[in-house]
């Protein structure tokens, strides 16, 4: 018998076994039968294991890096906004614009329930809080009731939009932010 027609039989025997067309126990026998008492089936099943092993690691492993990597853009928008004083307008400017393109993606990705979308939501979040402290740093300095009023306004965003997208993270944090900074307001202003 060829190689070619005993391969088409031992596929038409393991649809069967998948299938259930067979009793197991018979699809072995004819199995082992036409295999000549090689462990085809088994190496077949092994290699398919093996590659798609490798395929959800690599899945994970371009997940992880996207990850990282927008963690790391995060961290030196966050980082510019603290660190350049000359062109201040420059590190604003390019952290609203990460910002936008976050929510443009987390919206996308709204629909598919993602682990990104929060991930996004949380760094625009920071994003859009260290851009409070750099406009007030720059523009207010002066006023520091301008200081509470932006991170009111920030918590209080925090807070709708965890009610509004059902992100608990987000609500518990502008619940807490909002009132830490009316204690903190009646305490030394009051």
Not at 66 to 91: E, H, K, M, Q, W
Not at 129 to 143: E, P
Request: with cysteine.
């Amino acid at each position: 018998m060829s190689v070619q027609r005993k391969q088409i039989i031992l596929n038409e025997i393991a649809f069967w076994k998948k299938n259930k067309l067979l009793p197991e126990h018979y699809c072995d026998f004819l199995t082992a039968l036409y295999a000549q008492g090689e462990e085809v089936e088994d190496e077949r099943k092994e290699k398919s294991s093996k590659s798609s092993q490798a395929l959800l690691a690599k899945k994970k492993m371009n997940k992880t890096f996207l990850y990282v990597t927008l963690g790391i853009i995060t961290a030196l928008l966050i980082a510019s906004l603290i660190v350049i004083t000359t062109a201040a307008f420059i590190p604003i400017i390019a952290a609203g614009i990460a910002i936008c393109i976050f929510l443009y993606i987390a919206i996308k990705l709204a629909k598919t329930k993602s682990l990104m979308m929060p991930l996004l939501f949380v760094f625009s979040a920071l994003l859009l809080l260290g851009i409070s402290f750099k406009v007030w740093d720059v523009y207010f300095n002066d006023y520091p009731l301008v200081l509470i009023g932006l991170m009111i306004g920030n918590c209080l965003l925090w807070l709708f939009s965890g009610l509004l997208m059902k992100l608990v993270y987000f609500s518990i944090s502008g619940i807490v932010g909002t009132a830490l900074i009316l204690f903190y307001f009646l305490k030394f202003y009051l």
